[in-house]
């Protein structure tokens, strides 16, 4: 796994800006090298504003959207369409204005679907769409440690919560501690809804680069605690890693806490 980099920016919205760019050069270089890009979208107020940066990128319009995989970390088990899940936010905020390819589009299941509020059931659906797609790919796909197939993502996108939560793998519950399965229900979740569906953490460092992105204050403390060291089960985002690249993507207030040798000034 790569080690963590971190680059800290003045405010949200300059990191949400900066992000963007980042992520349209990404896809539009991995569609000129194999074809098609493949991301996983994370919601949060992080997620949404990088989101709805890309919205307005000036630059968007490289990407080639219908060559666009898009996958996502975690999902509230709630009704499809309901504000409170991520699906519903990104689409809100960027995906019903661009040319996606429908079948390229990959939530995870909504609770008025085929398995209801089984989140574990759903778990297993994703997980097994998951590894159709990886079989479908021409190159051999990576797996998680003991895990199965997932497609190769080019960018996993994951925002930090104030407990180092990263998806829906809060510290200490079983999700985090999982090794086997690349896709997990998750119960009693300590912010609501309490059902969910997530990737594990061998899922996650299957991908090529992981971006973590935490703004403001209230996110100090986590950021600080994951990058100290911390083990992943104490800190989940300790342990989002990516293949090729991990990179940590600030603003000002969320680096507070950080010793300022951890990032260099140009970054800031």
């Not at 659906?125 to 197939?149: C, I, K, N, R, V």
Request: hydrophobic share 45%; charged share 20%.
């Amino acid at each position: 796994m790569s080690a963590p980099q971190v680059v800290v920016h003045r405010d949200k919205e300059l990191m949400a800006k900066a992000a963007a760019a980042r992520l349209i050069t990404k896809v539009v270089d991995a569609q000129a090298t194999r074809g098609f890009a493949s991301v996983v979208l994370t919601g949060g107020r992080n997620g949404n504003g990088l989101l709805a940066a890309l919205a307005e990128a000036p630059a968007r319009d490289a990407v080639d959207w219908s060559r666009l995989h898009l996958w996502w970390g975690d999902e509230r088990l709630l009704p499809d369409g309901d504000p409170e899940r991520n699906h519903t936010q990104a689409r809100e905020v960027l995906l019903d204005s661009v040319p996606l390819d429908p079948a390229r589009v990959h939530p995870m299941p909504a609770s008025d679907g085929p398995y209801g509020n089984d989140a574990d059931a759903a778990a297993e659906a994703y997980a097994a769409e998951l590894a159709a797609a990886a079989a479908h790919e021409t190159a051999s796909p990576p797996a998680g440690a003991g895990g199965g197939p997932v497609p190769t993502f080019d960018v996993l996108l994951l925002g930090v919560g104030p407990d180092t939560h990263v998806a829906s793998l809060f510290p200490e519950l079983p999700g985090v501690r999982e090794t086997e399965r690349t896709v997990v229900g998750v119960h009693g979740a300590p912010k609501p809804p309490p059902t969910r569906v997530s990737l594990t953490l061998p899922a996650i460092r299957a991908a090529r680069e992981v971006w973590l992105l935490a703004a403001g204050e209230d996110k100090a403390n986590a950021v600080a605690i994951a990058l100290s060291g911390a083990g992943e089960v104490q800190a989940p985002a300790a342990g989002a890693r990516g293949r090729n690249r991990t990179l940590w993507l600030l603003d000002e207030a969320a680096a507070t806490r950080l010793p300022r040798g951890l990032y260099p000034p140009a970054s800031a």
